[in-house]
């Protein structure tokens, strides 16, 4: 089954740097999904990409599909506190049933004022 | 507009005791629904899909179960708790098209056994 694996598990940065997110997928990604999750609540959709090569831009983060489709990137330019949170890669597991998503086990950010 | 509610959102109980955590979608009809659980350290699992009202799929091997009495509506039980099912856990709700599933979360249980 398909597996995915997020790096770093944590980050803490200055407020107003710049920070990446990797998502690494042990197969190809048919569907890659970024969703943002504060502590105690539920999930937050962030955006999906499903073409290699594709970027998608939302406020100051943008996350990227590399060509090969195996690898998606989230970067924050200029992070701020509201930035802070645990963010999860989802992807779509074709080889199991239904396609349900499944996800990494998520990258906690700490954003210091 | 479509929206997911789940409750309590925290909930206390003992090693033994029945659970119950229910979850409603507005706004849409016949989606397919989700239980999610979040351990420490151990990413999110799906539990538990339904594609319709009655039908049930588990993806692991558990002390939980999950029903579907009504098209929005999900539940999941137990009949006795475990420590080990302490987490924190999530119902979702998607509308499959041909080339996206888009899962939408409900703001979560967080279930402490004891």
């Known amino acids: 089954s398909q597996e995915l694996e997020q790096s770093p598990q944590s980050l803490i940065v200055q407020e107003g740097k710049n920070l990446t997110i990797n998502c690494t997928s042990s197969?190809?990604?048919?569907?890659l999904y970024w969703y943002k999750q504060k502590y105690g609540e539920g999930l937050i959709f962030l955006m999906m990409?499903?073409?290699?090569?594709e970027e998608k831009s939302h406020e100051k983060i943008t996350a990227k599909l590399d060509e090969k489709k195996q690898q998606s990137s989230l970067h924050i330019t200029a992070s701020q506190p509201s930035h802070a949170g645990i963010y999860l890669c989802?992807?779509?597991?074709?080889?199991?049933?239904?396609?349900?998503?499944?996800f990494g086990k998520g990258t906690k950010l700490s954003v210091k004022p | 507009s479509q929206t997911i509610h789940q409750w309590p959102a925290t909930l206390v109980q003992p090693v033994g005791s029945p659970l119950s955590l229910e979850c409603t979608v507005e706004?849409?009809?016949?989606?397919?629904l989700y239980w999610y659980r979040q351990a420490a350290g151990r990413g999110l699992q799906l539990l538990f899909y339904?594609?319709?009202?009655?039908?049930i799929s588990s993806e692991v091997p558990q002390n939980l179960s999950a029903s579907r009495p009504q098209d929005r509506q999900f539940i999941l039980s137990s009949k006795k708790l475990l420590l080990s099912d302490s987490g924190f856990y999530l119902c979702?709700?998607?509308?499959?098209?041909?080339?996206?599933?888009?899962?939408?979360f409900g703001s979560g249980t967080q279930l402490s056994v004891l």
């Open positions: 990409l499903q073409k290699g090569g």
């Open positions: 197969k190809t990604l048919y569907g």
């Open positions: 989802g992807a779509a597991d074709y080889g199991g049933s239904q396609g349900n998503l499944i």
């Open positions: 979702a709700w998607s509308v499959r098209t041909a080339s996206n599933e888009k899962l939408f």
């Open positions: 706004g849409t009809s016949n989606p397919n």
């Open positions: 339904s594609v319709g009202i009655g039908q």
